[in-house]
């Protein structure tokens, strides 16, 4: 498939923020890859252009339907000047499965992965060369068609958009306050949990404000049935150090699949942790904290890589976790992960594609 470069004039680009104070996902960069789909042509008129706003018919199906995928991962500056993708194959392979549980087209993997390089490329500078920065980079898919009736989309818009940014939590790497709630769920077996799609995150909104408001972070899900055994963070999977063990709910539809997550279970066994899939209810979390052996507890994502938790609330009852403060498990892992992304350390499982 041909991509057409169609660089933005100089005068239209815009100034670079500050790269010690980016927050997340604040500022856009100067180009995106865009390429289209219909029945008759597949993927077609693929392009690198000037970011610029859509137009879409009132009707796009994706504004009634929510025919709507994303991802998520980033670029890090190497400490020699280039450029370095984290997993990238896997999130586009991530991205196919969220497309067939939606009735999408899957996206030729090979051709976007062209079409980010020649983006990446023509934004090289937008890369921050600040350790803890990063191109944050977003793969999104929506439904176009102008249509009304409940039924699969015939045209699609394929689009990479990326921006600059710092740490995603307010706290950076400080631990972080969990909400726990069994008030409201985010996916039921059978349902779209494991998709990343935009349904989910809309879902998530209520329970996440009314945790802010209480003074917490983010919220940590229940499932949907029972509503009493872990599923996953708004914007995290979660793992638990209990004892001798590392334990994270197993992927069984509801939670999404994460690429960090996997990330982190493969160093683990490298390392010789032992590491359990399994279904754990947040009594058990809370009678293991009150035996003394919950030892930590840690998020993983794209977006914030590790995140300590150092305290949880659930029904009036608080935990807090290894005193409030970032336990050596996951510093080593977050260590470990960003000397691998920015190049400073070995890379045995060849996760680093470099520009």
Not at 132 to 143: D, E, K, Q, V
Request: proline share 6%.
């Amino acid at each position: 498939m041909e991509i057409r470069l169609e660089k933005a004039p100089a005068s239209e680009c815009k100034a670079k923020p500050d790269a010690a104070a980016l927050g997340f996902g604040r500022h856009m960069a100067d180009h995106m890859f865009v390429m289209t789909w219909d029945q008759e042509h597949g993927w077609h008129d693929a392009a690198v252009k000037k970011y610029a706003e859509f137009a879409l018919d009132p009707a796009a199906m994706v504004l009634h339907y929510g025919q709507a995928i994303f991802e998520g991962l980033k670029a890090f500056r190497g400490s020699d000047g280039s450029i370095h993708l984290f997993r990238p194959t896997a999130n586009f392979a991530r991205m196919n499965k969220s497309a067939e549980r939606m009735c999408m087209p899957t996206i030729p993997v090979d051709e976007v992965m062209k079409g980010l390089r020649m983006l990446l490329e023509t934004d090289a500078d937008w890369v921050p060369d600040v350790q803890g920065a990063s191109l944050y980079i977003r793969p999104t898919m929506i439904a176009t068609e102008p249509a009304l009736g409940v039924r699969p989309s015939n045209r699609y818009l394929f689009y990479i958009i990326t921006c600059p940014v710092g740490a995603y939590y307010p706290e950076g790497f400080d631990p972080v306050k969990i909400y726990v709630t069994d008030k409201y769920v985010r996916a039921v077996p059978g349902g779209v949990g494991a998709a990343k799609t935009a349904g989910n995150y809309a879902a998530s909104i209520m329970a996440a404000m009314e945790a802010q408001k209480a003074g917490y972070t983010q919220v940590l899900w229940l499932d949907a049935v029972e509503r009493r055994y872990v599923e996953e963070v708004g914007t995290m999977n979660i793992f638990f150090v209990i004892g001798d063990e590392v334990v994270t709910p197993p992927l069984t539809g509801s939670i999404l699949p994460g690429i960090t997550r996997q990330s982190v279970i493969q160093l683990l066994e490298d390392w010789g942790t032992r590491v359990v899939e399994r279904k754990i209810a947040i009594d058990e979390v809370f009678a293991a904290a009150e035996s003394g052996q919950l030892k930590e507890i840690f998020g993983t994502g794209t977006a914030a890589v590790i995140s300590p938790v150092g305290a949880l609330h659930f029904n009036g009852r608080d935990c807090q976790v290894n005193g409030g403060d970032t336990g050596p498990l996951a510093q080593r892992l977050f260590d470990q992960l960003q000397g691998i992304q920015y190049g400073a350390l070995a890379d045995p499982h060849q996760w680093i594609e470099t520009l």
